[in-house]
Each structure stands twice: as C-alpha cells, then as structure tokens.
C-alpha cells in the first residue's frame, strides 16, 4: 500500500464548475500538507498548505484537512481553463526535516 | 527574483551510458532537493542537501547515482551505468531553510531523460 494515495483521474469538467481533488494517507504522522500544482513539462508550484487539520481558504481555493480520517482536499470554485494542470498533493512529517511524500497526482482539464 | 535552473531539459541516452544533469538553486537557498518523478506518479525524493552536506540520500540508488553540491550552491546528479527504468524527469528544487512551520520548495523546470 502506498503512503499516499491519490485519484489519477483524469478529470474533466466545464469551466465555472466546482472542482474537488482527494488523497488519502496511511502515515498518521504526518503533520504538514500541501497542494501543488504542475503543468505540463513544468516543475510543481506550490499552491496551499496547512499545518495539521481544518480549513484554510486562498483565493478561488480551499484546502481542508482531516487527519481523524487521514483524508485531504483541494477545492476549486469558478474552475478556469487556466486551472487545467495535475495536482499533486503532498505531506511530511514533523520535524527538521522537510521531506515531502507525493501523491501520483489527478490530471484536471477545465473546458471552455 | 530567477527560479531554480535545470540542464538540460532534454537528454536521450543508452543503456549502460552515463548522464549527469546539474541544478542552480535560487540565490540564498540553503536546501536543495533532487527528486525522481517517472510518468503518472508524484516526484520521489533522491537525495537532500543542506549547504555542501548530505542530509538524507535513503532513496538514492547508490550502485549507479550519485550526487554532489560544491561550494553550497550547484549541483550535480549523475546516473552511471543508466537503465531503461531510469527514464523519468529528474527535478531540483531548493528552500531557504529548514526550519519550524513551512519552507516551501520551488521547483525546477525539469530534465526529462529517457533511456533506450
């Protein structure tokens, strides 16, 4: 079983939809999480990041976390065709240590 | 302020030859990260640097990788003998620091390898 898991999709939707990304994870100890973003033939950007569980809102984006169901999302509202890109969440633990464990990522198409 | 350089973007080798692939961190940035990310999964981290010495290198294939950062600042990751498994694109990314809360980690563009 993989740490992280992750819906590779891909996922197609029409522009101004609601789009919601998942990942779900093994590693209870896992305290810090994020969201990036990659399009193609680009290195990951990052996008949002919480520190242990709850919501946190930027912009067109929420991510919330769930570490009783060790369960995390990334939603977009008004999705654009600019959002089209794959979305990689990612964790690590807590400590000096800031080394990320990726999801596979979800390849999301926004139509026009 | 420039992002973190990669070269180069492309490489296409054979087996059993050597690679080695370089990275120019952001200016300042203490950390820097090679990560492995083969096609339809999430990057895998290889080897962290933190200034000129090896924090964690766990998951580097040591028999035909290895990697160094003079001076704290570039970087090279080299891949000798290649395999076909090796094909994927290799990402540098770099931080400030390491330290309590976020330390966010900027990507570079990437090389893709593929190996024949």
């Known amino acids: 079983q993989k740490e992280v898991e992750q819906d590779p999709g891909p996922l197609s939707v029409p522009e101004g939809a609601i789009v919601s990304l998942n990942c779900t994870y093994s590693?209870?100890?896992?305290?810090?999480f994020m969201w990036y973003r990659q399009y193609s033939r680009k290195g990951p950007e990052l996008l949002m990041y919480t520190y242990s569980s709850g919501n946190k809102e930027d912009g067109r984006f929420t991510a919330q976390v769930d570490k009783s169901s060790k369960y995390i999302s990334l939603f977009i509202r008004d999705s654009q065709p600019s959002d089209s890109a794959t979305y990689l969440c990612?964790?690590?633990?807590?400590?000096?240590?800031?080394?990320?464990?990726f999801g596979s990522g979800t390849q999301l198409t926004v139509l026009p | 302020e420039a992002g973190v350089a990669q070269s180069p973007r492309y490489k296409i080798i054979e087996k059993r030859q050597s690679v080695a692939f370089w990275c120019n961190p952001i200016s300042g940035h203490a950390t820097l990260y090679w990560y492995q990310q083969i096609l339809g999964q999430g990057p895998k981290l290889l080897i962290q640097f933190q200034n000129n010495g090896v924090v964690d290198d766990s998951q580097l294939p040591k028999d035909r990788f290895s990697a160094e950062r003079l001076k704290g600042v570039d970087s090279t990751l080299k891949i000798q003998p290649a395999k076909l498994e090796d094909s994927a694109v290799y990402l540098c990314?770099?931080?400030?620091?390491?330290?309590?809360?976020?330390?966010?980690?900027?990507f570079g563009p990437g090389t893709r390898l593929t190996v024949l």
């Open positions: 990612a964790m690590s633990l807590s400590g000096s240590a800031r080394q990320l464990t």
């Open positions: 590693n209870s100890a896992f305290q810090y």
């Open positions: 990314a770099s931080s400030f620091h390491e330290r309590l809360g976020t330390d966010t980690q900027y």
